[in-house]
């Protein structure tokens, strides 16, 4: 697939004030310092168009990117991020749950796990919720390139496990290193199948 035209339009706060839901939307959401923003680049061929940091907390709005002028792809801000104040984290998840809720032309939300973590509360707290929402969601797995392909498989499989000891189904997963462009493909015809349906 050839590089997407990709464009910045808006940093929000508040979901009320995102742009027109007049396209399907794919969000990206998981830890701080997973690597959504890397993720994004990668998916986009555009290095800088979301900022990206090695310190955690770098995301800190609702960014909307417009995509070959078909679909929005959207940067959120981490969760579970320790460094900041309760209060400021409470109003950050506030904003990220008043988005994903309310949004109403959120086709798909991606969420991203570090495959070099066990899996991790804060995470299966997550998913959790946003089964509990019946908002659609696949897993990424990201930085794959910081293990071998055999770790690779084993954490994955270790997840898997995990999941289905609490779910009778595992959501879509793909595997990827923002890196190596690894998963790109993967990610990119889901969404395209997504929209067309
Ligand atoms: P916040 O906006 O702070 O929530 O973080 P984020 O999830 O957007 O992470 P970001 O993309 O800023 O990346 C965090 C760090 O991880 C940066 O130092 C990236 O270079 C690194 N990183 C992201 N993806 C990969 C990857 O696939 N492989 C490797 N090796 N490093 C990665
Ligand atoms: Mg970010």
Redesign the pocket.
Same mark, same amino acid.
């Given at each position: 697939m050839s590089q997407l035209i990709a464009r910045f339009i808006t940093s929000n706060t508040d979901f009320k004030t995102c742009p027109p839901a007049r396209f399907p939307e794919f969000a990206f959401i998981?830890? !701080?310092?997973?690597?959504?923003?890397?993720?994004i680049?990668?998916l986009t061929f555009h290095k800088g168009l979301? =900022? /990206?940091?090695? /310190? %955690?907390?770098? /995301?800190?709005l609702i960014n909307h990117f417009m995509i070959d002028e078909k679909w929005y792809l959207v940067?959120l %801000?981490?969760y579970g991020?320790a460094k900041v104040s309760k209060e400021k984290r409470r109003e950050f998840e506030k904003m990220i749950f008043d988005y994903l809720i309310h949004r109403e032309n959120l086709t798909c939300l991606f969420v991203?796990i570090d495959i070099r973590l066990k899996p991790q509360a804060v995470d299966i707290e997550f998913m959790s919720r946003m089964v509990e929402h019946e908002i659609p969601f696949h897993i990424v797995f /990201?930085?794959?390139? =910081?293990l071998s392909q055999k770790q690779v498989n084993e954490s994955v499989d270790v997840y898997k496990k995990f999941l289905l000891d609490m779910w009778d189904e595992l959501p879509e997963i793909f595997i990827? !290193?923002?890196? =190596?462009h690894v998963g790109r493909e993967e990610i990119l015809a889901n969404i395209a199948e997504l929209i067309q349906t």
């Open positions: 998981g830890r !701080s310092n997973v690597g959504k923003s890397s993720l680049n990668s979301a =900022k /990206t940091s090695q /310190t %955690p907390g770098k /995301t800190q940067d %801000p981490g991020f991203l /990201t930085k794959a390139d =910081k990827t !290193s923002a890196e =190596k």
